[in-house]
């Protein structure tokens, strides 16, 4: 993994958004009066698109499943994207990576708006480049979207930049537009969900990550 740029995925690869994702999704939800209250049961919303996520596990048509993301969004940008943490060994696998001169990216399905200001709140932003996200209006919420545009605007080559993510949807991403990509199992990501992906890497935990990037 001697790739000169990496593009990190954001939720459960360098934070886990477990509560603030599913207490928000909880919160839509009420508002269109479907009750769910186990919160598990809302892990699946962590990583894929909310507007298709609502609209598949639902069966709402497109301007409910907006309706949906619209309530998401009242309540997850003013508590919801606080209710995070950085996994544990993050600050210190991105302090090694850029010591080695590497180039970080962001590479993320949440609107940049919140990206950013996860980044800022929990203060790893220094360490990236830019942060790239989807737009509020749904606009590259598609991973291989959102990487196609990355590379474009950066000029990066495939061939020397590496997709590190935790869903299927970083590694379909990360194939479509001709990258390597690294699969880590310490997300939301089920080892069957990865694997059927044929990812060029799969490491289970965060210190092999650090290991596999660093040695």
Request: charged share 20%; hydrophobic share 40%.
């Amino acid at each position: 993994m001697q790739q000169s740029t990496l593009l990190f995925d954001l939720d459960g690869t360098l934070t886990d958004p477990r509560e603030g994702i599913t207490r928000s999704v909880q919160y839509a939800l009420a508002k269109l009066g479907i009750d769910e209250p186990d919160l598990a049961a809302l892990e699946h919303f962590i990583g894929p698109p909310l507007l298709q996520c609502f609209m598949s596990t639902y069966g709402l048509d497109e301007a409910t499943g907006w309706q949906a993301v619209n309530h998401y969004r009242e309540r997850f940008s003013v508590t919801g994207l606080y209710e995070n943490r950085v996994f544990e060994g993050v600050p210190a696998l991105l302090d090694a990576l850029q010591a080695q001169g590497r180039t970080l990216y962001i590479a993320t399905s949440k609107p940049t708006l919140f990206a950013v200001e996860i980044a800022r709140h929990f203060g790893f932003d220094r360490y990236f480049t830019r942060i790239y996200g989807s737009e509020l209006d749904g606009t590259r919420t598609n991973k291989v979207e959102l990487l196609a545009h990355l590379l474009a605007s950066e000029g990066l080559a495939p061939a020397s930049t590496l997709m590190i993510g935790d869903r299927k949807h970083d590694l379909i991403g990360a194939r479509s537009n001709g990258l390597q990509a690294v699969a880590v199992g310490y997300g939301f990501g089920s080892r069957e969900e990865l694997l059927g992906e044929a990812p060029a890497y799969h490491v289970e935990t965060l210190a092999d990550l650090h290991r596999a990037l660093v040695g």
